[in-house]
């Protein structure tokens, strides 16, 4: 694993837009439903073990979190979507948070889409899929808990949402992963490494 996702360390969190780290360097965003899977994929790939605990203390799951890799580059873990029952306010404030951080966010390089491999492209999912698409924002999605289905199960799945990126002339990556037995893990790397502009041999 590359040395630099070890580094991972806090560094804030944003209840608004205004409060966002300086928008220098790149970062690459973490998305998904409640309980995809994105803390724990987050962990894996830092080979930190509380690193995303942070992001789930009371008062923190509904913040955009930051974490700084070296001086010019984050990984940042955005708000879950899907709590049942938040009242409206707070998701339209989670809406407005999410927008302006998507469109407006310049050190954003590309985002990773977390989710459940046993419930592929849900509505969130496919409305992330085609915001990036808009955007032009390089997208690849983890078909997260891999090790919960059969091989040949996780395979159509994964052919599912290669499927419906194809058909709807997305251009977003698709791939198998699971924390638990860190399956994928390197293919997740070199993804981000890619957009990080890091060496992959590092
Ligand atoms: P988050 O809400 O998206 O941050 O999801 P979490 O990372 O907290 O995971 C939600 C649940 O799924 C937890 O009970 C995890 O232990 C479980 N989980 C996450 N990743 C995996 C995995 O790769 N394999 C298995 N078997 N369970 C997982």
Known sequence: MS???????????????????????AEVAFAGRSNAGKS??????????SLARTSKTPGRTQLINFFTLDEDRRLVDLPGYGYAKVPDAVKQHWQKLMDSYLTQRESLCGLILLVDVRHPLKEFDKQMLEWCHQASMPCHVLLT?????????AQASLLQAEKYIKQ?????????????????IDTAHAKMNEWLGLDTQA
């Not at 724990?40 to 073990?49: E, F, Q, V, Y």
């Open 40 to 49: 724990s994929a987050l962990n894996t790939l830092t080979d930190i073990r």
């Open 3 to 25: 040395q630099i996702y070890r580094q991972a360390t806090f560094l804030t969190s944003a209840n608004r837009f205004s409060q966002c780290p300086a928008d220098a360097g």
């Open 145 to 153: 808990k891999s090790d919960k289905l059969s091989r040949g199960a």
């Open 168 to 184: 709807h002339a997305l251009s977003a990556s698709v791939q198998l992963f699971s924390a638990k037995t860190r399956a994928g």
